[in-house]
């Protein structure tokens, strides 16, 4: 079995298990489009007004709240039906989402990528707030990185200023008739001094 037959026989299954109000999740190459499901293989979701390079997603800028056939959002890429925020909040009951997804339909919205994007949108729809676990980890993992390279920066700054001070030691004992020298040993990894009499 190919690739794409693979990705069109998941989706059937995950199609044919949907229930109205269950929220969408579509994988995308970097990151992942969601919206909900509104029964009749129909998907309503919040996509960029402009159409951009990666399906649809605009990261700043106008959207618009579509309602399209399942297949046609899902465009060859994996999905998977995915209420795991039911664990923290309680959805609204199906009858609620349909109704208000159906009527947002053809409205615009304002997105940006970290504070009102498509999961922003799904969530509010089932939950009546507006979150995104995507972004979360995005923030988490770019906190995480700043954080590394905080440290390189500031060992490489500590490194330096040690390494300034022994010169200055270097350079104060050179006014007497005693050198004194630091070097560093390659082989022993360590600091190592001896003293040069004038």
Known sequence: MSFCSSITSHNAKVLKELEIGDLVEFSRHF????????GNEDIVHLIGCKNDWISGVQFIGEAIVKKENFWKVADGCKTKKNNSKDKTRRPRP?????????????????????????????????YGKKSSDQVSLGSLLL????????????GLLAGALILNSKIKENRD???????????YDFRTYSWGSSYRYG
């Open 31 to 38: 990151y992942n489009h969601w919206g909900v499901f509104v």
């Open 94 to 126: 199906p009858y609620q989402i349909e109704r208000d997804a159906c009527a947002s339909v053809g409205k615009t919205e304002n997105v940006h990528f970290l504070l009102n994007n498509c999961e922003h949108f799904a969530s509010y729809l089932s």
């Open 143 to 154: 906190g995480g990185a700043a954080v590394a390279v905080v440290g390189i920066f500031g």
């Open 173 to 183: 004992d050179e006014s007497n008739d005693t050198t004194y020298i630091e070097e």
